[in-house]
């Protein structure tokens, strides 16, 4: 996963830190490592945010729409159980794969 120098990056973050990037593909090129490293800024308490994408883990929607890609593209949930789960149409758990792998398969 990644350059040493984000490994560094990753290991000084901080709670309430925010990670931000121009595009989500200036950290990784696959969907799978992505996730991985936007699970460990979560886990130490700092937030993402991409400038030309709209994410940003920092607030409510954010999180709600990070936590369906990740359980989807984990295999954890399907995309019917997902949108069960959070009370959403299947179609909008599509565009949310969808804008996800498109970002991610942009890497130069």
């Known amino acids: 996963m990644g350059?040493?120098?984000?490994h560094r990056l990753l290991d000084q973050l901080r709670a309430g830190d925010t990670l931000v990037v121009w595009k989500r593909d200036r950290l990784s090129r696959s969907l799978k490592d992505l996730l991985t490293i936007l699970e460990r800024v979560d886990r130490t308490g700092?937030?993402?945010?991409?400038?030309?994408e709209a994410i940003d883990t920092s607030g409510p929607a954010g999180r709600q729409k990070k936590e369906i890609v990740e359980a989807v593209a984990s295999?954890?949930?399907?995309?019917?159980?997902?949108?069960r789960l959070f009370k959403i149409?299947?179609?909008?758990?599509?565009?949310?794969?969808?804008g996800a792998r498109r970002c991610v398969s942009r890497a130069p």
């Open 3 to 6: 350059p040493p120098e984000l």
């Open 46 to 52: 700092a937030k993402f945010r991409s400038l030309t």
């Open 75 to 83: 295999g954890r949930k399907t995309s019917a159980e997902i949108a």
């Open 89 to 98: 149409h299947p179609a909008t758990v599509s565009r949310l794969l969808a």
